[in-house]
């Protein structure tokens, strides 16, 4: 009952910006945490940034100081502001929204983002 879609991503040289938006729709839960996953080739999916329920936000050291993670509540929608990319940020992104109480999570199907010149 719980549906993510993301959208935004694509092909950016570095030093580039994009912003990927996640839409969730279904039940609404008052402790969830929200968060952006990616996965490179041949690599695990990892954390990249993330935002709780008090507006708490979370990043992987890689991408502080270039990633902004927001949400806009009246529209249902998480954001990722990627700016200052580079090619070892290229991956598959993907949202993520983890219930606290429940242990459960719920995954997007994903948008790729490339960086390269």
């Known amino acids: 009952q719980v549906q993510l879609v993301e959208s935004g991503g694509g092909l950016v040289q570095p030093g580039g910006s994009l912003r990927l938006s996640c839409v969730v729709s279904?039940?609404?839960?008052?402790?969830?945490?929200m968060g952006w996953y990616r996965q490179a080739p041949g690599k695990q999916r990892q954390l990249v940034a993330s935002?709780?329920?008090?507006?708490?936000?979370n990043y992987a050291d890689s991408v502080k100081g270039r990633f902004t993670i927001s949400r806009d509540n009246a529209k249902n929608t998480v954001y990722l502001q990627m700016n200052s990319l580079k090619p070892e940020d290229t991956a598959v992104y993907y949202c993520?929204?983890?219930?606290?109480?429940?242990?459960?999570?719920?995954w997007g199907q994903g948008t790729q983002v490339t960086v390269s010149s």
């Open positions: 935002i709780a329920t008090s507006g708490s936000t």
């Open positions: 993520n929204l983890k219930k606290v109480t429940q242990r459960a999570d719920y």
């Open positions: 279904g039940s609404i839960f008052s402790f969830y945490i």
